[in-house]
């Protein structure tokens, strides 16, 4: 059947390599081809040919609200009127920085980028100028944007395209990212003493999510940070994914960790396209203008997006009936994980598959393997065909997961316990089908 999608997405292949702004939207690593959106509100996005899916995407993490939440479209709406760029300081930036600051107790200093790729690319050259040491360490798996030295054994789409590295990357520039096993102290503790006085820093994914979901072993980021401490090196964490929607401290604050510097992006943009990272005042003050570090960007702090991330944050925080006591937006993401979670371990009992489900807040990863999840080589050893299978019956059947296996999934507050167990009841006949 020809359908308005596939006949946008010829005449798009034409003029977009491979038809898309981003690889993992190609649908590739599920052999086929991606739907064109006309709208989505809430949990649901509607395709141009009028198909309408529950969506555990959420544009890969910034719509925690669900889409188009009326609170961020109206003051996108209202900002707009009075201007949409100026390259000059606006009131929105400070009032984002100061949030971010009291939001993130390890956050002194903040800088507002365009995107997560612009934040850890930065972070990166601010903890090298900061330490005057080259090498980085990063490990396999963890994404962290596409910039040069960051896009060595990466998750996300450069795992998804079977690319771990990409071509165009000078090797002098890779032979800098020293690159380790997840979950796995015994190499990096062997690195350290072997290379610790050189290494300017660790960069890590708070939780890992862009090859799966991973958890950290009991004790492992505390190991990153006392390691780093004793050889002055410093702790970059990226919680470009997690940041703001795992709590108003991310990850850190969960795990009560003090890294010196993090990345943000995603939920803090409220859907437009933000990044920033931030940390200690002493290593953020070597940025220009104030430091040798230079760093910059035309539409960093843009008025639009600071206030359209403050209207999401300000949601987030919120009684959930309207109330400022009580359960706020987090509370209510993890009772949604909650009964999503609970929902599909019965189901994927009774269905008999063997599988494995990792979950916290509103993020979570099912994966079609028995085996134990530590790491990057334990994602890829699932059932990739049953993976596709599922993938196309669950879409069929208007129900929109991510379209590779290393993804995790989204829930927003826009979903209702009754999108989550129509979603079980689509996910229980797609896997009776398949
Ligand atoms: C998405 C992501 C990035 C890159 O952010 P972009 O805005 O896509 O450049 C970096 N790190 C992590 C952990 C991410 O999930």
């Known amino acids: 059947m020809t359908t308005l999608s596939s006949k946008l997405f010829a005449v798009a292949k034409q003029h977009i390599p491979g038809g898309v702004n981003s690889p993992v939207r190609a649908f590739k690593n599920v ?27 959420g544009s890969w993490g910034p719509n925690i609200l669900g889409h188009a939440p009326v609170e961020i479209s109206n003051t996108i709406h209202q900002v707009a009127k009075d201007g949409i760029s100026f390259g000059i300081p606006n009131p929105f930036e400070v009032d984002m920085a100061k949030t971010i600051c009291e939001w993130v107790p390890s956050v002194e200093k903040v800088r507002m980028t365009s995107s997560g790729t612009e934040a850890t690319m930065s972070a990166i050259r601010l903890a090298r100028g900061f330490t005057k040491r080259d090498y980085i360490v990063k490990f396999d798996g963890c994404y962290h944007g596409h910039s040069d030295s960051l896009l060595v054994a990466a998750g996300s789409g450069a795992l998804t395209n079977g690319e771990p590295d990409s071509a165009g990357v000078p090797k002098a520039f890779a032979e800098k990212t020293i690159v ?55 702790l970059i964490f990226d919680e470009v994914m997690t940041g703001f929607r795992l709590g108003k401290a991310g990850v850190q604050g969960l795990e009560n960790l003090t890294p010196d510097l993090s990345c943000f992006g995603k939920v803090i943009g409220g859907g437009l396209p933000v990044g920033a990272f931030g940390g200690r005042a002493d290593v953020m003050d070597m940025l220009a203008p104030l430091g040798p570090v230079y760093q910059a960007g035309t539409l960093s702090g843009n008025p639009l997006a600071m206030a359209a991330g403050l209207a999401q944050l300000r949601q987030l925080t919120k009684g959930v009936n309207g109330s400022t006591s009580g359960p706020n937006g987090f509370d209510r993401l993890e009772t949604l ?37 530590v790491n990057v080589d334990d994602v890829m050893k699932q059932d990739m065909e049953l993976f596709r299978k599922f993938f196309w019956a669950c879409l069929d059947k208007g129900v929109y997961i991510a379209p590779s296996p290393y993804e995790t999934g989204f829930l927003s507050l826009a979903h209702s316990e009754a999108d989550l167990d129509e979603t079980l009841t689509v996910f229980e006949d797609a896997l009776s089908e398949i």
């Open 180 to 234: 380790l096993p997840y979950n796995d102290p015994e190499t990096l503790t062997k690195l350290f003493e072997e290379k610790g006085e050189s290494i300017a820093a660790i960069i890590v994914e708070s939780y890992p999510a862009n090859a799966g979901l991973v958890f950290p072993k009991a004790g492992y980021l505390e190991l990153l940070s006392s390691i780093t401490k004793k050889y002055g090196a410093l």
């Open 337 to 373: 994980g909650q009964h999503f979670e609970t929902g599909l371990r019965a189901l994927m009992e009774k269905k008999g598959i063997p599988h494995r489900i990792n979950r916290v807040g509103s993020m979570f990863c099912l994966f079609f393997t028995d085996r134990e999840i």
């Open 31 to 57: 052999d086929g081809e991606p739907f064109f959106v006309r709208r989505a509100k809430g949990s649901r996005i509607t395709d141009i040919d009028g198909k309408t899916y529950i969506d555990y995407i």
